[in-house]
Every structure is written in structure tokens, then in C-alpha cells.
């Protein structure tokens, strides 16, 4: 069973702050991995994909990959309380029927 | 350009009823899949299709019957709908194996 571990939070922030989100993964062969912002009521929307170790960033978003590690983590830099919401962590893998699997979430709340 | 849509957003039945659920995108992906989400477990996968004419089960199966006759539609059918089908659903679809995944608005069902 591949698994995705997120911490459920909330994590509370202040506005301006830097959030931290934490993914860990338990099959060494994944290969994609993929971050997603869900409000309340709405579906999953992405906003971060990366596949090689390192940091890879998207305007006040960066993704960090440690494959070594089996981590994954997602910086907000300047939180806005509009960035107040679920953060679904999945990890993709080619083969098996599991393409991509997804973490419970970790609740974001940006505090103004 | 709609992306992919669901229908109904809402529903509302009985128990033993059948139910179908609607996906549709425009994208051409390969992939479609259909997930349910219900608190404290995050999403789960119900069916997954890699093209036309071909799905498969996913971690919770059971109770749900999908077809994929064209590229372009996944519809999801509880044949005979049950109380702990109560959740909201999701359908998403990818251009590959263990790609990013995108998804619709989601249905509410609810089973009486």
C-alpha cells in the first residue's frame, strides 16, 4: 500500500509569514509529485508539480524534493489569508493501478 | 473551453436506487478517474480508465459500475446507491501515467 503522510494542522500562520507544508512517501520508486490547494466546498486545484530533486519555485510558491528523504514540502512566502485552505500532497508513479496518490491534507490558516 | 465538467453537482436519493453520475472534458486526456472524498480519508480512487473501452478498480470498487465508450466521457453508476455512498465525488483526468491530474467541480450525493 503506497502511503502519503501529511500533518492534518491547522497550521497557523500571520499574514506575511512563510507557510511550511510537509509531505512524506513511502514508495522509493514514485516519480512525480504534485501539490494541490482545496477550499472548503471546492475541488482540488493545482498549483505546484515537480520531478527532480531540489527546489523549484512558481511565484510565491516553492516545492522542494528529496528523494532520498522520501520528502516533499510546499513554502509560501508572504502567506495572504486568501491562501487559507487544504493542501492535498500526491505522489505519482508509473505502473500499478494507483497512478497517483494523494495525502489527507494539511489545513492552512493564514492568520491577518 | 469547459475543461471537465460534472453533472449533477447535487444529488439527492434513496436507498437502492440507481444513481449515474456524469463526467465529461475536453481535453483529450488519456486518463480519467473517478475519486470519493469523505472526511478523514482523504480521496480515494473508485475507477480509473487509461483510455476508450479500458478501466479499472481502484482502492474502493465496490458498489460502483463506470463504462468509457468515448474519450471524452467517464460516467461513474452506483447501481444500487447506499447510505455510506454519501460523499462527494470527483472526476479528474491526466494526460498519463502518474501525470498531473485535474479535476471537475465535484457532485454532492446524498443517499437517504
Known amino acids: 500500500q503506497k502511503e502519503v503522510e501529511q500533518n492534518s494542522g491547522p497550521l497557523s500562520v500571520p499574514e506575511g509569514a512563510i507557510a511550511s507544508l510537509n509531505c512524506t512517501y513511502s514508495d522509493r520508486v514514485s516519480q512525480s509529485f504534485f501539490w494541490y490547494r482545496q477550499y472548503s466546498g471546492k475541488s482540488p486545484e493545482l498549483i505546484m508539480s515537480?520531478?527532480?530533486?531540489g527546489d523549484k519555485e512558481d511565484g510565491r510558491f516553492t516545492a522542494q524534493l528529496n528523494k532520498a528523504s522520501q520528502y516533499v514540502s510546499l513554502l509560501i512566502r508572504d502567506s495572504q489569508p486568501s491562501d487559507s485552505a487544504t493542501y492535498l500532497c500526491a505522489v505519482g508513479t508509473i505502473g500499478g493501478y494507483q497512478k497517483v496518490t494523494f495525502g489527507t491534507g494539511t489545513k492552512l490558516q493564514v492568520i491577518p | 473551453d469547459a475543461g471537465i465538467t460534472q453533472s449533477p453537482r447535487y444529488k439527492i436519493t434513496e436507498t437502492g436506487r440507481q444513481v449515474t453520475l456524469m463526467c465529461h472534458q475536453t481535453?483529450?486526456?488519456?486518463?480519467m478517474f473517478w475519486y470519493r472524498q469523505d472526511l478523514g480519508h482523504g480521496l480515494r480512487l473508485i475507477y480509473y480508465s487509461a483510455a476508450a473501452d479500458i478501466t479499472d478498480k481502484g482502492e474502493v470498487p465496490d458498489g460502483y459500475v463506470v463504462s468509457r465508450s468515448k474519450t471524452e466521457n467517464f460516467p461513474l453508476t452506483l447501481e444500487s446507491a447506499t447510505r455510506s455512498q454519501t460523499s462527494v465525488y470527483f472526476c479528474?483526468?491526466?494526460?498519463?501515467?502518474?501525470?498531473?491530474?485535474?479535476f471537475g467541480p465535484g457532485t454532492r450525493l446524498t443517499v437517504t
Open positions: 515537480i520531478y527532480s530533486n
Open positions: 481535453w483529450s486526456h488519456s486518463y
Open positions: 479528474a483526468s491526466s494526460v498519463g501515467e502518474g501525470s498531473e491530474q485535474y
